[in-house]
């Protein structure tokens, strides 16, 4: 995978769990899915870090949605990943304890490469890195068009949220 090895080797951590979350919160439904199949790595001591998640890897409760989502939203044949690259700052490498961190990258998309501004915490302890964040994503920022017939069904900017949890590598 591509995205991984933009993370440079020294004090480089690996994901060994991730959760990714998406919800859409519309005036006719709320629709969510997970995914557990994002991997990433994190460089603790220059903040360097690089995730992917596997847009098919989105579970919904109703196959219906799933279908729908892969097919007509995220074009997912053609789109597989959604990825980001940037570098987290903010926190202190020797600070135990959750801690706040702002991460600054490129997130990729539906094959739209947008500049984003990521808050989240992060934890350091005994050779492990937990990260999490919930932030918001605009659909139409990366060109994913929602069909007028389903316009009240799916929210025009979702909740992501994410959370890894890393071992050293």
């Keep these: 995978m591509a995205i991984l090895p ?13 959760y990714i979350r998406f919800f859409s919160d519309a005036p006719l439904e709320d ?14 001591e220059t903040g360097e870090i690089a995730f992917s998640i596997p847009i098919k890897g989105f579970q919904f409760a109703k196959s219906l949605m799933q279908e729908h989502f892969n097919e007509n939203f995220m074009e997912s044949d053609k789109y597989p990943r959604a990825t980001f690259k940037g570098k987290i700052s903010g926190y202190d490498q020797n600070k135990s304890g959750w ?34 964040s919930v932030f918001p994503v605009t659909v139409a ?8 017939v389903v316009f009240y069904n799916i929210a025009e900017v979702v909740e992501v949220t994410i959370n890894f949890e890393y071992a050293k590598n």
């Excluded at 933009?6 to 991730?18: P, R």
Aim: hydrophobic letters at 30%; proline letters at 3%; zero cysteines.
């Design 31 to 44: 629709i969510e899915a997970v995914n557990e199949k994002g991997v990433s790595a994190f460089n603790v």
């Design 6 to 18: 933009y993370v440079s080797v020294a004090q480089q951590y690996k994901s060994t769990e991730s």
């Design 99 to 132: 801690q706040p961190g702002t991460a600054n990258g490129t997130m990729n998309i539906h094959g739209v490469e947008k500049e984003l501004k990521i808050d989240g915490e992060l934890q350091i302890s005994d050779g492990n890195v937990k990260i999490k």
């Design 141 to 148: 920022d990366y060109e994913i068009e929602i069909p007028k």
